[in-house]
């Protein structure tokens, strides 16, 4: 049987870094509260690139790595929750983008939750063997919707902008992606939400509701924390017992970069021990939405933590509420 397995991961962050001590200058916070709160030291903000930008730079360094070209990609997934434009999705300008018109191209707006979203669709079209090769790219750009006065210093100061490219390939050997699981649940949907635009106002798009606020996210951020302190860890069980995989066997578990607070919650609910089996790179990046996992993968293989035959988890949880978990055998 064909399996789906993580061949290469490339990232990219815009150069620009924002530290908490600009933030400082900005909005009435501080370094301390940031920290404290979340663990984020600092995020990388774009001057000018769109997502789809940021986006065909992680491509292409997971393309180089990989020792492919562009022309040899069978299908790209695309994850954002936010889109150079409304229509068309982030997709199809991927396809311009890096030179291969005609190639399918879907999109993922899943929030948090996008990657793992990703590796299921995936996974089951290179299991059926439609595909050999999918490149699945995550690229957000959070910062230009932010306000980034003392209005919105619950959200500005935890999103940061950076995209990643994972390339899935088919194997017969038994490794790859395990078991990919999913949930969702709107009854949360106003408690993380960018209002406007929006079907529910005609016009679509007016002064009044920008004036409002309603083109910046808003969060609910004690309600947020609550369910991903419960979802994460129930999650990550549930995507264990799917591939009959025991807590001990895992090497490491890459939860989507959301808070410390979280992280370190979740290791302690699942008795894992934080830093050494729940991996951590939110100081660096802050919250990059569906490109916080394979940015952490990323870094995390560089440092020597991910090893061919090692079980990993992924989670994630997020807008929506949407929230999953994957076991992959590396
Ligand atoms: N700097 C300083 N003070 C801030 C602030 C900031 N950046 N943001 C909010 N505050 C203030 C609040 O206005 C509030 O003031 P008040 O008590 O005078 O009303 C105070 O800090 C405490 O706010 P509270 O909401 O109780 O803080 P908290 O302990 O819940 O922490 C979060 C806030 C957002 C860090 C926390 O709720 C959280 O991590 N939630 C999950 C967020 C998340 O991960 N979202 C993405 C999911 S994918």
């Given at each position: 049987m064909a399996r789906a397995y993580i061949d290469t991961i490339g990232m990219y962050v815009p150069p620009g870094v924002v530290t908490n001590q600009d933030l400082e200058k900005l909005m009435d916070t501080s370094n301390e509260w940031i920290l404290e709160r979340s663990g984020i030291q600092e995020r990388h903000h774009v001057d000018g690139e769109s997502t789809t930008e940021i986006g065909l730079k992680a491509a292409e360094a997971a393309l180089a790595k990989a020792g492919m070209?562009?022309?040899?990609?069978?299908y790209i997934i695309f994850s954002t929750i936010a889109n150079d434009y409304l229509v068309p999705g982030g997709g199809a300008i991927m396809t311009k983008h890096l030179g291969i018109p005609g190639t399918p191209a879907l999109d993922i707006r899943m929030a948090c939750s996008g990657y793992l979203y990703g590796l299921q669709v995936a996974k089951a079209l290179i299991e059926s063997e439609a595909y050999n090769n999918i490149l699945l790219i995550t690229a957000e750009v959070q910062s230009v919707a932010l306000d980034m006065t003392t209005a919105g210093r619950d959200t500005a100061v935890l999103f940061g902008d950076g995209a990643a490219a994972t390339i899935l390939k088919s194997t017969?050997?038994?490794?790859?992606?395990?078991t990919v699981v999913t949930h969702s649940d709107?009854?949360?949907?106003?408690?993380?939400?960018?209002?406007?635009?929006?079907?529910?106002?005609?016009?679509?798009?007016?002064y009044e509701n920008v004036d409002k606020g309603h083109g910046r996210p808003v969060m609910n951020g004690r309600n947020v924390f609550k369910h991903a302190i419960t979802k994460f860890p129930a999650v990550i069980m549930e995507a264990l017992e799917a591939a009959n995989?025991?807590?001990?066997?895992?090497k490491l578990v890459v939860p989507h970069q959301a808070n410390l607070r979280i992280t370190e919650a979740v290791a302690q609910r699942l008795e894992l021990e934080p830093y050494k089996v729940v991996y951590s790179n939110?100081?660096?990046?802050g919250n990059t939405t569906s490109a916080s996992i394979p940015i952490a993968l990323y870094e995390a293989m560089a440092e020597g933590k991910?090893?061919?035959g090692d079980i990993v988890v992924v989670a994630a949880f997020g807008a929506g509420f949407t929230w999953g978990a994957s076991v992959i055998r590396w």
């Open positions: 070209t562009a022309d040899d990609v069978e017969d050997e038994d490794r790859g992606v395990l709107g009854r949360y949907a106003e408690d993380l939400m960018l209002r406007s635009p929006s079907t529910h106002d005609k016009p679509f798009l007016s995989i025991e807590k001990k066997d895992v939110i100081h660096k990046y991910v090893n061919r």
